[in-house]
């Protein structure tokens, strides 16, 4: 079982839509979360960065963590052809990355449609 | 702030030659990460740097790769000699304990 799993899509939605993406994970010591946004030959972008259980908002994202089924969410709402891209889940035990660095999940390939 | 800077942005080499990867974090960040990007296989960690200083390695594939953090604001990827199978982007991330900054890559082509 990989220590990261992420659907790599494409995940196809209209314009306006609600957009749902998703990672699982295995390892119990992760406690940082996070969500970077890719655009195609561009470095990943951090978008959120959450601590431990619970839901965290910012614009028309919202992260969800769930440590008892190992399962984070990153929902999009009223979303815009410039939110496509590819969306990488990342988890560390560690605030800085620390002894380990990131585990990123391999990214899902969004793609809204006008 | 310019960001982490990396260069070249593309690198086209023959197979047996050396290539040299460069990166120039973020000022303040005390974390350097190199990282390899490829479609069968995501990210993946290849070493970090904390305070200049190498702290963890195993994620380098091979004694071909090699990296160096001399001073604070300057590190190198070193692959000798490259092989086709090194395709792939090459990022630099720098990192002061919320989350990473990541540089453009560097696309290195291996023929």
């Known amino acids: 079982q990989k220590e990261v799993e992420q659907d790599p899509g494409p995940l196809s939605v209209p314009e306006g839509a609600i957009v749902s993406l998703n990672c699982t994970y295995s390892?119990?010591?992760?406690?940082?979360f996070m969500w970077y946004r890719q655009y195609s030959r561009k470095g990943p972008e951090l978008l959120m960065y959450?601590?431990?259980?619970g839901n965290k908002e910012d614009g028309r994202f919202t992260a969800q963590v769930d440590k008892s089924s190992k399962y984070i969410s990153l929902f999009i709402r009223d979303s815009q052809p410039s939110d496509s891209a590819t969306y990488l889940c990342?988890?560390?035990?560690?605030?800085?990355?620390?002894?380990?660095?990131?585990?990123f999940g391999k990214g899902t390939h969004l793609i809204i449609q006008p | 702030d310019a960001g982490v800077i990396q260069s070249p942005r593309h690198e086209v080499t023959e197979m047996g030659q050396e290539v040299t990867l460069r990166c120039k974090p973020i000022?303040?960040?005390?974390?350097l990460f190199w990282y390899r990007q490829t479609m069968m296989r995501g990210l993946e960690l290849l070493i970090y740097?904390?305070?200049?200083?190498?702290?963890?390695d195993s994620g380098m594939p091979e004694d071909r790769f090699s990296a160096k953090m001399p001073n604070a604001s300057f590190s190198t990827l070193k692959i000798q000699p490259s092989e086709p199978r090194d395709s792939a982007v090459y990022f630099c991330?720098?990192?002061?304990?919320?989350?990473?900054?990541f540089g453009s890559g560097t696309r290195l082509t291996v023929v």
């Open positions: 390892n119990s010591a992760f406690q940082y």
């Open positions: 990342a988890m560390s035990p560690y605030s800085g990355g620390g002894a380990d660095g990131l585990t």
């Open positions: 000022s303040g960040h005390d974390y």
């Open positions: 991330a720098s990192s002061t304990g919320y989350g990473y900054t």
């Open positions: 740097f904390n305070n200049n200083v190498p702290i963890d």
């Open positions: 959450t601590y431990s259980s």
